[in-house]
């Protein structure tokens, strides 16, 4: 298939069609969802949590989201690829947002990158990557790198001012030239607003039914990741349940030496060769 353009994005969206958006972090997987026919990849910072084991996204480095966003590009060379900006890669200043962001683009052949933030110091930063010739796409509503000031992880823009400062952010983003925003952890009347009064693509995640497209974190959606499972996600299949189960077979066959008896899983000799391996032997 042809790897859809930002302009894809936004003919889609003007042909009513949804936009289907999906986490992936490594070449095997990243190879399923192309296979799917997933519209767009997300390398998420949420690789911290899902792949390498922390708690939260903080402690993610530039080198790891190369490392994985390269991956991911050798296993869909064919898909539109996001490289998620970690914590503190951007944060500084207009330069150091560029440098990070030309990473992405020049090591690991991504086609955009994302940054987490609505108020005027992101727009900044969204216009001057915007401006060196690299597509970035917002990010509001629960925002994880934020989640000290927001108060952890929790919907956002419950109350009448809090949605309406949402609106508005996402207004600023699209003035400051993101060519999408995504959405996270809101009211779906909010989603629906934000939606409603944007000129650009906005990609939702826990925001409701009415943004232009959905995203789900993969290891949520298969339940390979069962630390927890936010409110918003639907679990398409047991991941989780299916490998332990096979793993406990595994260790079941081995420990009772029925693992490897079969043939099928075993290398064989010529007759000959073996009889004059085992003569040689018997010297």
Do not use: W
Request: overall charge negative; charged content about 20%.
């Amino acid at each position: 298939m042809a790897k859809k353009t930002s302009n894809d994005f936004v003919q889609m969206v003007a042909n009513g069609e949804k936009i289907v958006y999906l986490t992936a972090y490594d070449y095997l997987t990243a190879k399923m969802v192309e296979k799917a026919g997933i519209d767009m990849i997300l390398v998420g910072d949420s690789l911290g949590m899902v792949c390498l084991g922390y708690d939260t996204t903080f402690p993610v480095t530039m080198d790891d989201m190369i490392r994985h966003c390269q991956a991911v590009r050798r296993g869909a060379p064919n898909t539109f690829i996001v490289g998620d900006m970690p914590y503190m890669s951007y944060q500084a200043s207009d330069e150091q947002a560029i440098m990070n962001a030309g990473r992405f683009i020049k090591e690991a052949q991504v086609d955009a990158i994302k940054l987490e933030g609505g108020g005027p110091m992101i727009a900044s930063r969204i216009s001057a990557i915007q401006q060196s010739g690299i597509q970035a796409m917002g990010h509001i509503g629960l925002t994880p790198q934020f989640m000290g000031q927001i108060g952890g992880y929790k919907a956002q823009g419950r109350s009448a001012g809090a949605a309406m400062k949402l609106v508005n952010e996402a207004k600023l983003l699209e003035e400051a030239s993101a060519f999408a925003i995504l959405v996270e952890g809101v009211p779906s009347v909010v989603g629906k607003a934000i939606t409603e009064r944007a000129g650009i693509p906005i990609l939702g995640i826990g925001a409701g039914p009415y943004t232009h497209g959905q995203l789900l974190i993969y290891a949520d959606m298969v339940g390979f990741y069962d630390n927890f499972t936010p409110k918003f996600v639907k679990k398409y299949a047991n991941v989780a349940e299916v490998l332990t189960n096979a793993f406990k077979e595994y260790a079941q066959e081995v420990r009772e030496g029925n693992f490897p008896i079969d043939p099928d899983h075993t290398y064989k000799m010529k007759e000959e060769e073996m009889n004059e391996f085992l003569a040689i032997l018997e010297k």
